[in-house]
């Protein structure tokens, strides 16, 4: 069974002061992971997609990793408009493209 | 631009009502997801369907059903409402078959059950 667990929980940053999230994934064969943005009361947003250990992708402040038994959200120098809810998720290599989430990590930005 | 819509975003219904909430997509994907979201539980799915007609059970499909008559649309049907069943659902659509493609989610629907 495929298994997600982000941490920490939540997290409460100054604007400016970077920092990363984790999430760390136990799957047969990964296929994919995958990093969302979500904001209260909507639908997450796509943020990255991570397909093998050592790949890295990047957009505005945020820059996403990852190695066999986990990923990295790195946030720097982030604004209170990063502030959102970002969600982890992985498609193992049996069956249909199915996803298993991580519970998420609260992230608050303040001015 | 892709999109995904929902019927409605909050939805009152009362206990032992059926509930039908619809999800449509432009991208004629063929994969389509219905989630249901709580606090502390995180995501779990609920349904999928990966062709027109075809469906699969995911991790909680008791006291739901889903239809998916064309493509586009995949609706989630409550038989009988129950409290327990009040919460946030995300459509989402990606990908076909077993490919690994992204899944793109809906704005949600705020369903209660009173």
């Known amino acids: 069974e495929d298994q997600v667990t982000q941490s920490p929980e939540a997290l409460r940053l100054q604007e400016g002061e970077s920092s990363s999230l984790n999430c760390s994934y136990t799957v047969s064969g990964l296929r994919g992971l995958f990093w969302y943005r979500q904001d209260p009361g909507k639908g997450p947003e796509f943020l990255f997609t991570?397909?093998?250990a050592g790949e890295e992708k990047e957009k505005e402040r945020l820059k996403a990793t990852l190695t066999k038994k986990e990923s990295f959200l790195h946030i720097t120098a982030p604004k209170p408009e990063d502030s959102a809810t970002y969600l982890c998720?992985?498609?193992?290599?049996?069956?249909?493209?199915?996803?298993?989430f991580g519970k998420g990590t609260m992230l608050l930005v303040s001015p | 631009d892709v999109k995904v819509t929902q019927s409605s975003r909050y939805l009152v219904k009362r206990t032992g009502e059926k509930v039908f909430l619809e999800c449509v997509q432009d991208m004629d994907h063929e994969n389509m997801f219905w989630y249901r979201q709580d606090p502390g539980l995180g995501l779990r799915l609920i349904y999928f369907s990966y062709d027109v007609k075809m469906k699969e059970k995911g991790d909680i499909p008791e006291g739901y059903s889903v239809s998916r008559e064309k493509k586009e649309r995949f609706s989630l049907i409550l038989e009988s409402a129950s409290t327990n069943q009040t919460s946030m659902y995300l459509c989402?659509?990606?990908?076909?078959?077993?490919?690994?493609?992204?899944?793109?989610f809906g704005p949600g629907t705020r369903l209660t059950v009173l």
């Open positions: 998720a992985v498609q193992g290599g049996s069956g249909y493209s199915t996803l298993t």
């Open positions: 989402a659509m990606g990908g076909s078959g077993s490919t690994t493609d992204t899944q793109y």
């Open positions: 991570l397909y093998s």
